[in-house]
């Protein structure tokens, strides 16, 4: 049987197959993030500190932190997944028993948040639910694991790791969304990522009669790229005779598409080219807001994933 291994090891997590063992999570690493998060020496703040100009410690730690570590243990399990796979692997095994702990995202981690995390997050794996993936708690024997030199790729590696389900899925749903005409393969916006239109109608709000509706637009803005989601997540589904659940869910589909598509507020359109925006909405190809646009529900997991988006530019597969 082949099998591979997570521990704790001078106080990093470490993964191993007995032939090669590498630093999952160095702490070293992660206490100069957290006395660096104001500064220039790691890019994972860059947004945070040039597009929403905060550059204070605290600021970020209490506002910013837990997504930064929500992305870091999706990110490493996603890894841990795909050597699984690969190398035919027939168990995981941990040297720590999680059954009455949480999941901790806020505040300053430690090595054992961070294992807790990693193992409660393979529990809950698509792969491990299907099967595919068999986990045990066992006593370890370090010297059994770690042998030779322990190879360290750094916390960067994990951040911006992208797991191979999901860049398989995100080249063939962008190939058909080019071929339907979602998207335009050379227009993209700054962050990499093709836009879908909003067209904002002044002139038709104005007769709503709601005072200072320019107030609301931002969050209608938002709520109209999740309905444009939707639309193209249920015809990507009806399109591959997909079993996943139709609507604002969470699933492979879903995470691509919030990955590759922004949206971008563009001159209402005037006459025939107008009637041609307004058929291309029925598809989610762009929309119009040119009334009250109810709000739709958001999970603590999706309202995670759209965060990181903005402050990281990052959205894992969960």
């Not at 001159?267 to 739709?296: H, M, R, W, Y």
Request: hydrophobic fraction near 35%; charged fraction near 30%; include cysteine.
């Amino acid at each position: 049987m082949k099998n591979m291994y997570i521990l704790k090891n001078n106080n990093n997590v470490i993964f191993g197959n007995g032939e090669k063992t590498e630093i999952l999570f160095n702490a070293e690493e992660y206490k100069d993030v957290l006395e660096n998060l104001e500064t220039d020496k790691y890019e994972y703040f860059k947004i945070i500190h040039e597009k929403y100009g905060i550059k204070n410690k605290d600021e970020i730690k209490n506002r910013f932190l837990y997504i930064f570590h929500f992305i870091l243990i999706k990110n490493i399990c996603n890894y841990i997944i795909d050597r699984y796979e690969a190398e035919k692997i027939d168990f995981l095994y941990f040297n720590k028993n999680i059954k009455n702990e949480k999941f901790k995202l806020s505040s300053e981690l430690n090595t054992d948040d961070v294992l807790s995390n990693i193992i409660i997050s393979l529990v809950n794996s698509e792969e491990y639910l299907g099967q595919n993936l068999k986990i045990d708690s066992n006593q370890l024997k370090e010297n059994e694991i770690v042998k030779g030199e322990i190879e360290d790729k750094g916390i960067k590696f994990y951040f911006y790791y992208e797991s191979l389900k999901k860049q398989e899925l995100k080249f063939k749903i962008e190939k058909t969304l080019l071929e339907y005409a979602y998207i335009e393969e050379d227009k993209k916006n700054i962050d990499n990522r093709y836009t879908l239109a909003i067209y904002i109608d002044d002139e038709q709000l104005e007769k709503i009669g709601l005072e200072n509706y320019q107030d609301y637009l931002i969050n209608w803005i938002s709520i109209a790229y999740l309905r444009m989601l939707i639309k193209i997540h249920d015809f990507l589904i009806n399109y591959y005779n997909l079993t996943l659940e139709k609507g604002l869910k969470i699933d492979d589909v879903m995470l691509v598409l919030i990955d590759i598509l922004d949206t971008e507020v563009k001159d209402f359109p005037k006459g025939l080219k107008k009637s041609i925006e307004v058929g291309k909405e029925t598809a989610g190809k762009c929309f119009f807001i040119n009334k009250v646009i109810q709000p739709v529900p958001l999970t603590p997991e999706l309202t995670l994933l759209l965060q990181g988006k903005d402050a990281y530019n990052i959205v894992p597969k969960i």
